[in-house]
């Protein structure tokens, strides 16, 4: 079982919920980027939520399925086409064996999902189906799709059991223009000045065109480092550090100029201090910003950060029918 | 003195929900990335529960941690404990290996990438070698190369991308060589390139953008993720922090009869276990250099 793919998309690539354990050589987690929405594609099919998935950026694939297939399309709002005639996003699609598929323009956001029955089966390296592009591992022979692709489909072991579940509006993402993410200061922020951080914290940043599954950079306002004799081995700015391990959802802010905030498929370390992290409750969020979202960096402590992490537990545990 | 030779002292601060960061030291020095790998190793023999990803760094360490198993106050406890153990080691140690990695130095492939990115660089005309030689105040390019391949180097990092190890020459610092990174990065280096910025020399292990100024291409694979290659039987990737590289500069025809190995799946790096010990590298760095390098002799 597979699906052949007749036009690639921009980027589409295998991912599932990442590859943890190989970050000391650099090896990032991986994964879908906006994690939730993933996961209701994998729901929508019967699914587990372990199984990988198509990840495309801006600009979809077009494919046609070799076999019968139960799939959903989630994320970023987008017109989906089965044979030329629309059907609809958040819910299960029945396609038959020859049936092509196809995307319109994204309507915002940045990224959509394309559930599959049983899973994109492509090999498990270590640990994960997650494509990771630079290193050439994982997903389809460690790339983004191309044209002829044969991308295989896990056998499942029949249909779906029970009538196709419904993801309650509320519960799903949204994906505006504006967004308020919350950040955890700490790390190297005793090295920006007080005004630089009220910077940080009280500008309004908009997101740039560089943004990928690496990274997302942001323009605003000069934000003021503290001046200083720099330590050995740390380079000659004043946002240099000697070269440390990043955290995911780190930011840096190179030279003081347009803020980076590093995502699943983050560079694991380098010279550039980190002043604040994205809590991991709100890592989606920035993955379906759009160039051009107005952002906002709002500062929590530790204890909002758990309970926002317990708040996303509650969601997903609701999302699968299983109780808080 | 450095903030590692004075008990325990590190700075604990949080990267996000997920990521404890633990500075040993601002500055670099041998001691404090000891300090670092030696923490990252009793923390990984206690196999705690929660913990996903260990990760020494040059004078720093990095833990991700599930905060829904393992609570960060505890976490931070813990940590701070194997600081304080690893305080009070009086006599450091480190099981590891020397490594001897050829290198063609001046080689076309980065003579090539140099010369299309000298826009980005603060000496548009000459070569990176030239320039790290005037930085560093030698004659010539092939001083620079002398020094750069005569005394051994400490991984003490592996990461950016996949495999890519950081190294910090086994030298009193004021022996260290120091370049600046490029004025504004490249988008394309030779996969291989034996790179350096800062204190810091590196080996790319994919092809990809970077700063570091370019000496010369690495003739062996160092990340092989199809794991052909018998030194790649257990993982793809090679480098771990704590191995000792001895650069050896190779000619051309060296270099291709390497490349030919490596194409017919029997090229091996030449390598041996070592006991390295910090005080006896502090006290007597060319001495003990010279002992640590005589084991790759006879294998």
Redesign the interface.
């Known amino acids: 079982m597979a699906f052949e793919i007749l036009e690639p998309g921009l980027a589409t690539s295998v991912q599932d919920r990442g590859r943890f354990g190989y970050y000391n050589v650099g090896i990032p987690q991986g994964g879908a980027m906006d994690g939730l929405s993933a996961e209701m594609a994998n729901m929508l099919v019967g699914n587990t939520a372990a199984e990988a998935v198509l990840e495309c950026t801006y600009m979809g694939p077009k494919f046609r399925t070799d076999t019968d297939a139960a799939i959903a399309v989630t994320g970023a709002p987008v017109d989906v086409k089965v044979n030329g005639e629309a059907r609809g996003q958040w819910e299960r699609l029945e396609l038959a064996a020859g049936d092509e598929v196809s995307f319109g323009i994204l309507q915002g956001g940045t990224r959509f999902y394309i559930g599959v029955r049983g899973g994109i089966d492509v090999p498990v390296v270590l640990g994960s189906r997650s494509t990771y592009g630079l290193g050439g591992i994982g997903g389809f022979e460690g790339r983004s799709l191309r044209a002829g692709d044969l991308v295989p489909v896990g056998d499942a072991a029949g249909p779906p059991a029970g009538p196709p579940p419904e993801i309650d509006p509320d519960l799903r993402p949204r994906f505006g223009k504006e967004v308020t993410v919350r950040v955890l200061p700490g790390l190297y922020d005793h090295r920006l000045t007080a005004r630089g951080m009220e910077t940080l914290l009280d500008s309004t940043w908009t997101l740039t065109p560089v943004a990928d599954r690496t990274g997302l950079r942001y323009s605003g306002p000069e934000v003021e480092w503290q001046p200083r004799q720099q330590p050995f081995g740390a380079g000659s700015d004043p946002s240099n550090i000697v070269d440390a391990g990043y955290a995911v959802g780190s930011i840096q802010i190179p030279g003081g100029k347009e803020p980076i905030v590093l995502h699943r498929d983050a560079v694991s370390g380098g010279g550039y201090a980190m002043v604040a992290t994205v809590i991991s409750a709100d890592m989606d969020l920035l993955a379906r910003s759009a160039p051009g979202t107005k952002t906002r960096f709002r500062p929590v402590d530790m204890d909002e950060a758990l309970a926002a992490r317990a708040e996303q537990r509650a969601l997903r545990a609701r999302l699968w029918g299983t109780g808080a | 003195m450095s903030n590692a030779a004075a008990g325990a002292t590190a700075r604990y601060?949080?990267?996000?929900?997920?990521?404890l960061?633990v500075?040993i030291?601002?500055?670099?020095?041998l001691a404090a990335n000891f300090r670092s790998n030696a923490m990252?190793s009793l923390l990984a023999a206690d196999q705690v529960e929660g913990i996903?990803?260990?990760?020494?760094?040059?004078?720093?360490?990095?833990i991700?941690f599930d905060?829904?198993v393992l609570p960060?106050r505890e976490l931070e406890e813990r940590v701070r404990r194997i600081e304080e153990t690893v305080a009070r080691t009086a006599h450091p140690t480190l099981e590891t290996r020397v490594v001897e990695v050829p290198v063609w130095y001046n080689d076309p492939y980065t003579q090539e990438t140099a010369a299309r990115f000298r826009a980005n660089h603060q000496r548009p005309e000459g070569t990176d070698l030239e320039f790290a030689a005037e930085e560093n105040g030698l004659s010539s390019a092939d001083e620079f190369i002398k020094r750069h391949h005569g005394s051994p180097w400490l991984v003490s990092?592996?990461?950016?991308?996949?495999?890519?190890p950081?190294m910090f020459q086994i030298v009193p610092?004021e022996q260290q060589l120091e370049v600046?990174?490029y004025l504004s990065p490249r988008t394309d280096t030779p996969a291989l390139t034996v790179g350096h910025?800062?204190?810091?020399a590196c080996i790319y292990?994919?092809r990809?953008a970077g700063g570091y100024q370019m000496f010369g291409i690495a003739a062996a694979p160092i990340?092989d993720?199809a794991q052909s290659l018998p030194d790649f039987k257990d993982f793809?990737?090679f480098?771990?922090?704590g191995d000792i590289v001895k650069f050896r500069p190779v000619d051309e025809t060296e270099y291709r009869r390497i490349q030919d190995e490596v194409g017919a799946g029997t090229f091996r790096y030449r390598q041996a276990p070592v006991q390295f010990d910090l005080q006896r590298a502090l006290a007597d760095p060319a001495g003990y250099n010279q002992e640590i390098l005589e084991r790759l002799n006879g294998i």
């Open positions: 601060t949080w990267g996000g929900d997920e990521f960061f500075e030291d601002e500055a670099m020095n990252a996903t990803d260990i990760c020494p760094a040059n004078a720093s360490l990095l991700r905060p829904d960060p990092m592996v990461g950016f991308v996949a495999g890519l950081f610092q600046p990174k910025g800062g204190c810091f292990s994919v990809g990340f993720p793809m990737v480098f771990r922090p």
